[in-house]
Every structure is written in C-alpha cells, then in structure tokens.
C-alpha cells in the first residue's frame, strides 16, 4: 500500500489525482475504487491506495482515507485558503444530487430514522440551502 495526499477530485466527474508520499506523478484516481465516500477526497487529505497500471498510467485502488482532516498547510478550499472565495472552495450541488447524497446519508444513521422523518429532515436541509444560494436551483 502506498501513502500520499489527495491533490485533486471533482465529485461530480467521479476522478481525480493524488500525490504519492514517495513522490514522483500523480496518480489518477477514479470514484469506483474508493472504499471510503467521495465527499472525503478534498486536496491535501491523507489516503492509502494500491498502485496499479492503467491504459493511461499510473491508477489508484483500494483507496481509503488514513487521516480524517487534510495534511497540514492544505484546506479544502486549496493554497489559496479560505478567505479568497474562489471556484474552487466547494462544489455546489443541483437540489435533485444533494437530496440523494441526503437520503444516502440519512440511510445510514444509528438508530435508523423512518422514511417520513427522512423526508422531512432532507426537505427542510434542502429549503436551507436553497435560502442560503448554496445549491443551483
């Protein structure tokens, strides 16, 4: 297993590229081969994966996230931190994809929430975010 940081990855395209510790290319990495959600894989977080040999180069497998918050002097929002409100410091979702990543979530919560209350919670997060610009209507 090899260790590196993730430098890029575009949840809606499904792929992106990590740097290996060990240096040398980045290495692609593709939504089908992460063992831990998509919405962990922001620039500078900590992930181990295996090095395999695709049509293209070098392709990450098995990927799992090793430290929880991003490696230090990395944000979420990249080098140019979070005081410059660039493109680049979220992704912004249709209302339809945040309302599935929501249902997702909610699915998975301990102790397990009836459909209705799932509904009500996903309706009321989404007229949030709505209220507040941070979806694409």
Same mark, same amino acid.
């Given at each position: 297993?090899?260790? +590196?940081?993730?430098?890029?990855?575009?949840?809606?395209? +499904?792929?992106?590229?990590?740097?290996?510790?060990? +240096?040398?290319?980045?290495?692609?990495?593709?939504?089908?081969?992460?063992?831990?959600?998509?919405?962990?894989?922001?620039?500078?977080?900590?992930?181990?994966?295996?090095?395999?040999?695709?049509?293209?180069?070098?392709?990450?497998?098995?990927?799992?996230?090793?430290?929880?918050?991003?490696?230090?002097?990395?944000?979420?929002?990249?080098?140019?931190?979070?005081?410059?409100?660039?493109?680049?410091?979220?992704?912004?979702?249709?209302?339809?994809?945040?309302?599935?990543?929501?249902?997702?979530?909610?699915?998975?919560?301990?102790?397990?929430?009836?459909?209705?209350?799932?509904?009500?919670?996903?309706?009321?997060?989404?007229?949030?975010?709505?209220?507040?610009?941070?979806?694409?209507?």
């Amino acid at each position: 297993m090899v260790r +590196g940081s993730i430098v890029s990855f575009d949840r809606v395209k +499904g792929y992106g590229f990590v740097a290996p510790d060990s +240096g040398g290319e980045d290495v692609f990495v593709h939504v089908n081969d992460l063992l831990d959600d998509k919405s962990l894989m922001v620039p500078g977080r900590v992930v181990q994966f295996s090095v395999d040999q695709g049509d293209r180069g070098p392709k990450a497998s098995n990927v799992t996230v090793v430290l929880t918050e991003p490696a230090h002097g990395h944000s979420a929002a990249g080098s140019a931190g979070a005081a410059d409100f660039g493109d680049d410091l979220c992704d912004v979702l249709t209302v339809p994809d945040l309302e599935h990543e929501l249902t997702e979530m909610l699915l998975h919560v301990d102790p397990p929430l009836p459909g209705s209350q799932i509904l009500n919670v996903r309706k009321r997060v989404v007229a949030l975010a709505q209220s507040h610009g941070w979806v694409d209507r």
